[in-house]
């Protein structure tokens, strides 16, 4: 018997993960195992059909919307809407966030305005905006830009607050006027906050979006979907919905992409 | 304060010296700075020591006109030279390059709100690119840089804008000591060939003799000038194993020593 020697054993590693790499198809592949699920489910029994519609119907009721043009008849208005709400709130954010980040009394003035504002449910204020900007585009504009703008003002002055300030310093020291200084070092220097925000607040966006349309509108995806709702049609209501997700997802997308330019030089 | 320099290659352009006139400073209750009256005359490098919290970072920042001091004055003798963009130019211990732009974006920076046109402005930037060996490097952003690459960027920017006094605060203290040694080459080289201003703040005694013309030291908080220390054998004929420059830092290790030693018990106290 060999004589039992000292024990030996590679050091255990204990590094790795706080890492997430980019890993292709996963989110694909969820998507695809819950639709499976869904459709197999519906179409075996398992899963009753009042409760949950069969993604093949609500593919055929999507492709329904395609052929007779009503799917653009009810996009347009909506991306309308949305990209006018949006850019508003976000620009008016920004901007308001960049004076909260530089100014002292301005700071002091709009912080508690903001943090008052915040949990109000913009939806609540509707009819507030219907008599203050008619019952038309105007309310629906103002709801979608009064929603992104609070998120975007409070990223925005976060991340203006994160600017390394030796930059600032740098800037001042080489004389740089002050708009330079905003333009050229607090902007880009706060952009990775306020593209993070810019993610929440878009989101919000597309939810006010929907309540805008649903409480008031002949055509878009809010109107569309309480209509389907109203009379228990679920395809439509889900061909409606998978609109909103996949208008989620483009959106997300779209950050990302600028996110990647505009910040390339972090990684 | 030196003698006549020799071998400048050009007439002396730089026509501005900074004097300092008792000035004295206080953050609150704490006394940081005391009657420090100080001329840096123009052409030389003049090395500031002494122990931590001294009040050399405010006293720079006072030079640079970035903070104002409780009492005394700061005078600009003469006029900046002829060209000069920036007369009082930092270079920062962390670099202060912005990650967003490249090499020569970062240079630029300090140029683009002169309006010198699109070829002016490049030629400089080329010009203070040659001088400082980084004309590879241009389009590299400050993540793809070593330490003294960064630094060297950041000198490169200062010397863009034709200072008529650098303002260097420990300059090299982030680098390694090799690295250290090479941008002390490079200081060294870049002042022989255009002699320039300087005020240069540091913790290490090798490097103020090195660079040094005059160098200042100060005592411990409240910061006080002890001793000028000025060497004057040229710069480019100084090296580390000099036994008269060794001597000279054995002097300034003793002004500093038991001010360094009282200095770190009392900030252990705070
Ligand atoms: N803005 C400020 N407000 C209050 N106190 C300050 C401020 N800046 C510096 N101090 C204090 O003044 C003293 C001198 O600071 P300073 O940074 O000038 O010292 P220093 O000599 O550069 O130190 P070090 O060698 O560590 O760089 C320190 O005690 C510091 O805490
Ligand atoms: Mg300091």
Request: aromatic share 6%.
């Amino acid at each position: 018997m060999p004589e039992p020697g000292p024990d030996i054993r590679p050091v255990p590693f204990r590094g790795g993960g706080f890492a997430p790499r980019s890993v292709r198809m996963v989110g694909a592949f969820v998507f695809v195992a819950l639709i499976a699920i869904a459709e197999i489910g519906t179409r075996q029994g398992w899963i009753s059909a009042l409760t949950l519609p069969r993604p093949s119907d609500v593919l055929a009721t999507f492709g329904e919307l395609w052929d007779s043009g009503l799917l653009f008849k009810h996009l347009q208005p909506s991306l309308t809407r949305l990209a006018v709400g949006a850019a508003l709130g976000a620009s008016i954010g920004i901007s308001v966030g960049v004076l909260i980040g530089l100014f002292s009394y301005i700071r002091a003035g709009l912080v508690p305005l903001v943090a008052a504002l915040f949990p109000i449910p913009k939806i609540a204020l509707l009819p507030l905006f219907v008599i203050w900007f008619g019952i038309d585009e105007g309310s629906k504009y103002a709801l979608i830009a009064f929603g992104t703008f609070t998120p975007t003002v409070v990223a925005t002055y976060g991340a203006v607050d994160n600017v390394d300030r030796t930059l600032v310093r740098m800037g001042q020291s080489f004389g740089l006027s002050w708009w330079s200084i905003v333009r050229k070092i607090v902007i880009p220097g706060a952009m990775p906050g306020i593209l993070s925000g810019l993610r929440v607040s878009l989101a919000i966006a597309i939810i006010l979006l929907v309540a805008a349309e649903m409480l008031g509108a002949e055509y878009g995806i809010g109107a569309y979907i309480l209509e389907a709702g109203s009379l228990y049609d679920l395809e439509r209501l889900f061909a409606g919905v998978v609109i909103l997700s996949l208008l989620g997802v483009v959106v997300s997308a779209a950050i990302s992409q600028a996110e990647k330019r505009l910040l390339r030089w972090r990684s | 304060m030196a003698a006549p320099r020799k071998g400048r290659r050009r007439t002396p352009t730089y026509l501005m010296e900074l004097r300092l006139n008792s000035v004295s400073h206080a953050y609150g209750h704490t006394e940081v700075l005391r009657d420090i009256t100080l001329t840096i005359p123009e052409g030389q490098i003049v090395c500031v020591v002494g122990p931590s919290g001294c009040g050399k970072s405010t006293l720079l920042r006072m030079i640079g006109g970035l903070e104002r001091p409780d009492s005394g004055e700061i005078l600009q003798v003469g006029a900046p030279p002829a060209g000069c963009l920036n007369p009082l130019t930092y270079v920062f211990q962390d670099f202060a390059l912005l990650p967003w732009r490249s090499v020569e974006g970062n240079i630029a920076l300090a140029l683009e709100d002169h309006r010198l046109g699109r070829t002016r402005e490049r030629d400089i930037v080329a010009g203070v690119l040659e001088r400082t060996g980084l004309s590879d490097f241009a389009r590299a952003l400050p993540r793809q840089l070593s330490g003294g690459m960064k630094q060297r960027v950041a000198i490169a920017r200062a010397l863009a804008v034709n200072p008529a006094v650098m303002l260097l605060d420990e300059p090299l203290s982030a680098l390694d000591a090799q690295t250290r040694e090479l941008l002390m080459d490079d200081l060294v080289t870049l002042w022989t060939r255009t002699p320039f201003t300087a005020v240069y703040v540091t913790h290490n005694l090798a490097e103020a003799v090195r660079l040094g013309h005059a160098i200042v030291v100060l005592s411990r908080r409240p910061g006080a000038v002890r001793e000028v220390v000025e060497i004057n054998q040229p710069l480019q004929n100084r090296n580390a194993t000099d036994p008269a420059l060794e001597a000279r830092r054995e002097h300034l290790w003793q002004l500093m020593r038991d001010e360094a030693r009282a200095a770190d018990a009392e900030l252990a106290h705070a």
